[in-house]
């Protein structure tokens, strides 16, 4: 909500739609610190109100040290350096992001932006049940790494619960700096060597080189169409847009909105088109500075697509695999989204992966850096292995969709790891195919089935939408049709702006949280 109020606040003082999402995203780091911040990176589309399609990665990086030999143990198995403690964060990328996307894409200064920011870390916000949830779950985590004591747990020593008060004074610190200095108070100076010296305390091997170099890229989106729409959504090193444009070609196949949604007709093809989808996703993506051979022309192609639709049985579940896309090429968390009345828009998806990343909070700062070694393989024969300088793969998923005349229609995304994606595929087709309104679009049930054998997974219902529900009924007919074991999971916070027929802006989030 604070952070809501913080993009609205900007534009009120005439900020385009980047302005606010800049200064929501270090809003965002304050109010919902275990999912994102300094320490962390992310993703951004844009689509200007001339036009124009940009996607800024400012992912995270390994470390020049990082090799693959400090993940694994004697045996070559997983050691757990990847998902806790200093060897755990990549080079975070955030700063050197949103600063990024404030000097190409906004209209106001660094210092205006970044006031909102700084006031709510001085003053503080209230802890919502969601935030209460994420910090008691976290306890473990802080007694490991009690720098984060500071600032998430009480004077009595005991985690801050709903409705108390939450101020950061060191981020607040950090934060100022940064308005004042600029990237180079971030990636330079007393809070790099903070941030390297808290890191090697415990087992990192971050450098000051590795944060000096850190570099924004910017990359053409990956595009296409459904039915008529426009998709402009994230290119490696996020595997999201390139296998949610993937999954969508493959549904253009099919005539989805003749079936009803969640019944065994309907969650039987998407079943399989997410089958296709992740076995190729498995097989091809990775970061294309180190794989520059990941086929994204023919994972994207509508012939291709085609061949993919063609393999699905339609009273059968199967197990896939890859095919072969390179045919194809000569013919691709936490979330908001922004947009204003101009037609900017502006969808970030940004990470420092697990909640509270690391553990390791930089002391003297505030904030937490991320655990981002953990979206690597430790399979030294994996396209996504550990590599010093090597980003790993996302599923992030920042989408614009545009009408068929260039307008916008809807800016979208979700958290949700591997499940992004294919969340956001479901949205996409049943405003499209459906004609649902997006908030009723968000709040049916979602399904999903990540990874190319029988996975399948289904959200019980909100209350309002029982009528969706996956029943036992379809349950037990899925059974029938080879679907194997399926089970319950949850992965909502979905947050979409619409631009309706009357020139309308509607935004609405995922009530699930």
């Known amino acids: 909500y604070e952070v809501s109020q913080v993009g609205a606040e900007i534009m009120s003082k005439g900020g385009n739609a980047v302005d606010a999402a800049v200064a929501m995203g270090f809003a965002l780091g304050v109010c919902e610190p275990f999912t994102s911040g300094l320490g962390g990176g992310g993703l951004a589309t844009i689509h200007t109100a001339d036009g124009q399609d940009f996607f800024i990665d400012f992912r995270e990086i390994a470390p020049a040290a990082a090799t693959l030999d400090l993940y694994v143990d004697e045996a070559g198995e997983d050691n757990g350096n990847t998902r806790s403690g200093g060897l755990a964060s990549g080079i975070p990328g955030e700063v050197a992001g949103l600063l990024y996307l404030l000097e190409h894409y906004g209209t106001m200064s660094r210092q205006e932006v970044m006031a909102p920011a700084i006031r709510i870390a001085t003053e503080g916000f209230t802890v919502s049940q969601y935030c209460a949830n994420a910090i008691s779950d976290a306890y473990e985590k802080a007694t490991e790494f009690p720098e984060m004591q500071k600032v998430y747990w009480t004077e009595d020593g005991l985690p801050y619960e709903v409705g108390d008060v939450i101020t950061n004074p060191d981020l607040a610190k950090a934060l100022q700096k940064i308005s004042d200095e600029g990237r180079d108070g971030f990636y330079k100076g007393e809070i790099a060597q903070a941030l390297v010296d808290t890191l090697a305390k415990y087992g990192g091997v971050m450098t000051l080189d590795d944060l000096a170099g850190y570099e924004v890229q910017v990359h053409e989106p990956v595009t296409s169409t459904y039915r008529g729409y426009k998709i402009i959504s994230s290119p490696p090193p996020s595997s999201g847009g390139t296998h949610l444009i993937e999954i969508l070609?493959?549904?253009?196949?099919?005539?989805?909105?003749?079936?009803?949604?969640?019944?065994?007709?309907?969650?039987?093809?998407?079943?399989?088109?997410?089958?296709?989808?992740?076995?190729?996703?498995?097989q091809y993506m990775a970061d294309t500075n180190f794989a520059p051979?990941?086929?994204?022309?023919?994972?994207?192609?509508?012939?291709?697509?085609?061949?993919?639709?063609?393999?699905?049985?339609?009273?059968?579940?199967?197990?896939?695999?890859?095919?072969?896309?390179?045919?194809?090429?000569?013919?691709?968390?936490?979330?908001?989204?922004?947009?204003?009345?101009?037609g900017n828009c502006v969808a970030i998806t940004k990470t420092i992966n697990y909640y509270f990343g690391s553990g390791v909070m930089v002391d003297g700062y505030g904030f937490m850096m991320n655990n981002e070694m953990d979206d690597f393989?430790?399979?030294?024969?994996?396209?996504?292995?550990?590599?010093?300088?090597?980003?790993?793969?996302?599923?992030?998923?920042?989408?614009?969709?545009?009408?068929?005349?260039?307008?916008?229609?809807?800016?979208?995304?979700?958290?949700?790891?591997?499940?992004?994606?294919?969340?956001?595929?479901?949205?996409?087709?049943?405003?499209?195919?459906?004609?649902?309104?997006?908030?009723?679009a968000i709040c049916v049930?979602?399904?999903?089935?990540?990874?190319?054998?029988?996975?399948?997974?289904?959200?019980?219902p909100l209350?309002?939408?029982?009528?969706?529900?996956?029943t036992q009924e379809t349950l037990d007919k899925l059974v029938e049709m080879d679907h194997g074991e399926i089970k319950t999971a949850a992965s909502g916070a979905v947050q979409a702006i619409e631009f309706l027929q009357d020139g309308t802006l509607y935004g609405t989030a995922d009530p699930r949280q």
């Open 293 to 342: 051979d990941v086929p994204l022309k023919g994972l994207t192609s509508k012939d291709y697509a085609a061949e993919r639709a063609a393999l699905i049985d339609p009273d059968k579940a199967q197990e896939f695999f890859y095919g072969d896309p390179t045919l194809f090429e000569h013919t691709d968390t936490t979330h908001y989204s922004v947009a204003d009345v101009e």
């Open 377 to 440: 393989s430790t399979n030294p024969e994996s396209v996504n292995k550990i590599e010093p300088g090597k980003k790993p793969l996302s599923s992030m998923s920042p989408t614009v969709v545009l009408h068929e005349d260039g307008t916008p229609f809807m800016v979208l995304g979700t958290p949700g790891g591997a499940r992004i994606f294919a969340s956001v595929a479901q949205v996409i087709s049943r405003v499209i195919d459906h004609k649902m309104s997006l908030h009723d």
């Open 463 to 470: 209350k309002g939408y029982e009528q969706y529900a996956v």
């Open 249 to 282: 070609n493959i549904l253009e196949n099919y005539d989805v909105g003749a079936l009803e949604i969640n019944s065994p007709e309907y969650i039987h093809l998407f079943a399989e088109t997410f089958k296709l989808s992740y076995s190729d996703r498995a």
């Open 445 to 460: 049930p979602k399904i999903w089935n990540n990874g190319g054998a029988n996975n399948l997974q289904y959200e019980n």
